[in-house]
């Protein structure tokens, strides 16, 4: 099946950068095609927001709270979504998790498939 493979996450100081990569794979099957990616966030006690999205034509959307901090972008030969995170503040904490909506052959069952797919997620902290 597919699978989303976050890092980059960690502990860094308010003001500090971060950089998040997500890495799809499909380890029974080949992936066609790669359509909205993107990220969310989840802080103790809070609802996930998202975070960041990009389509596959380059088109990008931010929350209001990362807008001009977050940058968002694809490395398609790697079948992968970045987030550079700079100007960190101690309210960006929480657990990021990719998003991919993700169109795939599964060699198993021959099937072709197509859904949304959510990683594990990477934990960041802002702290001084």
């Known amino acids: 099946q597919v699978q989303l493979v976050e890092s980059g996450g960690g502990l860094v100081q308010p003001g500090g950068s971060l950089r998040l990569s997500c890495a799809a794979t499909?380890?029974?099957?080949?992936?066609?095609?790669?359509?909205?990616m993107g990220w969310y966030r989840q802080a103790p006690g809070k609802e996930r927001e998202l975070v960041a999205t990009?389509?596959?034509?380059?088109?990008?959307t931010y929350a209001d709270s990362v807008k001009g901090r977050f940058t968002i972008s694809r490395d398609n030969a790697k079948n992968a979504v970045l987030l550079q995170m700079n100007s960190l503040k101690p309210e960006d904490t929480a657990v990021y998790s990719c998003?991919?909506?993700?169109?795939?052959?599964?060699?198993?069952?021959?099937?072709?498939?197509?859904?949304?797919?959510w990683g594990k997620g990477t934990r960041v902290t802002v702290s001084s």
């Open positions: 998003n991919a909506h993700i169109n795939w052959y599964n060699d198993n069952d021959r099937g072709y498939y197509a859904n949304n797919y």
């Open positions: 499909a380890d029974s099957g080949s992936i066609f095609a790669i359509y909205t």
């Open positions: 990009i389509t596959s034509t380059g088109e990008t």
